[in-house]
Nanobody, 118 residues
Framework: QVQPVESGGGLVQAGGSLRLSCAAS????????MAWYRQAPGKQRDLVAR????????TYTDAVKGRFTISRDNAKNTVSLQMNSLKPEDTAVYYC???????????WGQGTQVTVSS
């Protein structure tokens, strides 16, 4: 099983910024679109943003449009999420994985906690 490794979360005040990073296996990373997901307490895991294999296509959920930017570095096998103008409702555990998820051989990582205080 391949497991992405997320980092960069933390506690930030509303209006602040964080940059999340994810390191993934080279083969898995190169062959798949990648995405960031988030799961708030008591809620299901939802898609936040996704990016195509080349990085030429990016899609965001309405709640983060204009505030978050997803990017990838295929040379370093990393995918990032720049989060600006953070809101308390962005508080969640953030995960990266393939898009769609459920690719055989790819499990979910530990995630990284993002907490936004009001």
């Amino acid at each position: 099983q391949v497991q992405p490794v997320e980092s960069g979360g933390g506690l930030v005040q509303a209006g602040g910024s964080l940059r999340l990073s994810c390191a993934a296996s080279g083969i898995i990373f190169r062959l798949n679109a990648m995405a960031w997901y988030r799961q708030a307490p008591g809620k299901q895991r939802d898609l936040v943003a996704r990016i195509s294999t080349t990085g030429g296509s990016r899609t965001y959920t309405d709640a983060v449009k204009g505030r978050f930017t997803i990017s990838r570095d295929n040379a370093k096998n990393t995918v990032s999420l720049q989060m600006n103008s953070l809101k308390p409702e962005d508080t969640a555990v953030y995960y990266c994985n393939t898009y769609p998820g459920g690719v055989p051989g790819v499990s979910w990582g530990q995630g990284t906690q993002v907490t936004v205080s009001s």
